[in-house]
């Protein structure tokens, strides 16, 4: 069964970073697509990062391009998310996800961790 599995979530304060983590189990992720979205309250979730695991190649949102990097540890099956210079606009729960290519179709979902980013 496969299981995504986020941590690293926090309150930071403008400006700040922090380093998101989605723990990957449940089968070779090679022919996978991973990615990171969010939801703030009140607003629909919003697609955030992709990386494609074979390649490394990635794919990043306008909002978040130059500040946020999603990178993939093969050792560790972990997907990272680092969040620079963060704005109090990026506060929102963050999802990892995962879709098996060539698939458009997001099957796999985490549970969600909490940014608050404060002004």
């Known amino acids: 069964q496969v299981q995504l599995v986020e941590s690293g979530g926090g309150l930071v304060q403008a400006g700040g970073s922090l380093r998101l983590s989605c723990a990957v189990s449940g089968r070779t992720f090679s022919s996978y697509a991973m990615a990171w979205f969010r939801q703030a309250p009140g607003k629909e979730r919003e697609f955030v990062a992709t990386?494609?695991?074979?390649?490394?190649?990635?794919v990043y949102a306008g909002s978040v391009k130059g500040r946020f990097t999603i990178s993939r540890d093969n050792a560790k099956n972990t997907v990272y998310l680092q969040m620079n210079s963060l704005k109090p606009e990026d506060t929102a729960v963050y999802y990892c996800s995962a879709r098996q290519l060539p698939s458009t179709r997001y099957d796999y979902w985490g549970q969600g961790t909490q940014v608050t980013v404060s002004s």
């Open positions: 990386i494609y695991w074979s390649s490394g190649n990635t």
